[in-house]
């Protein structure tokens, strides 16, 4: 791995050990596990966005893209990782929520700041899904198809959280601040579902090309994988839909 890489992977180390820290702090300091102010965040935050970091880095060096671009997009994607984390744990340590809260200036700036950072991360991994269909990525059949529909499915969490974050900020805005906090329930286990195939399908396939199985099993295999995970995220929309 080139520099930048091994910089987005450490980054990316460092956020999970923050997530898995503050899974710690919460076992110590107890609390409420849901809602908008608890250590649940910090932990599901850093868990997530460390491993989503070291995914889209290892993912994007399938698909083709000029290596000077890539290299730029991976290190404000990862610098935005860590503003998205930092301004959510510091939230959680002030005992205030993260995303929504408009009570005082700071905390304004602070929301405001995690809801442009999201705008930055839906910019950024759109641009590596466009150029993942654009110009076929590197690899076998079966990584072919794993890598797109990762990317695709990705697409469906940035929208679904982008969604959350509108809808949260309208209600905010209009003064109805807990029902801003309960209008994102529905969306996210959509959310949550579809995040991480960008790992999930490449790595199944990453694994099974090291097997000894023939190119048209390993396929097949990918394709109905691919398959389930499109059906556990049509089912997640649809209980938000039905639950909204």
Do not use: N
Not at 60 to 78: D, G, H, K, N
């Amino acid at each position: 791995m080139r520099r930048p890489e091994r910089l987005c992977h450490a980054t990316g180390l460092l956020l999970i050990a923050s997530g898995l820290a503050h899974l710690m702090v919460f076992a110590v300091d107890g609390g409420p596990w849901d809602g908008p102010v608890s250590w649940r965040k910090p932990v599901t935050f850093g868990l997530s966005f460390g491993v989503t970091l070291i995914a889209v880095t290892w993912v994007t060096s399938y698909v083709r893209v000029q290596p000077r671009l890539r290299t730029t997009l991976l290190l404000v994607f990862a610098a935005d990782c860590v503003v998205e984390v930092g301004g959510i744990t510091l939230q959680a340590w002030r005992r205030v929520p993260s995303h929504l809260d408009m009570e005082t200036p700071f905390d304004t700036a602070v929301s405001m700041t995690l809801a442009v950072g999201g705008g930055v991360l839906v910019v950024l991994l759109t641009v590596f899904a466009l150029a993942s269909f654009r110009h076929r990525p590197a690899g076998p059949p079966e990584m072919v198809l794993a890598v797109r529909a990762g990317f695709a499915i990705l697409l469906v969490a940035l929208a679904s959280g982008a969604a959350m974050i509108a809808r949260g900020v309208v209600l905010t805005r209009a003064g109805h601040q807990e029902a801003a906090y309960r209008s994102t329930a529905p969306l996210k286990p959509l959310h949550g579902v579809s995040l991480h195939a960008v790992l999930v399908l490449p790595a199944l396939a990453w694994l099974l090309s090291r097997t000894s199985w023939s190119e048209p099993t390993r396929q097949r295999i990918v394709t109905a994988a691919v398959c389930c995970y499109v059906t556990a995220v049509v089912g997640a929309g649809t209980w938000a839909g039905i639950t909204h």
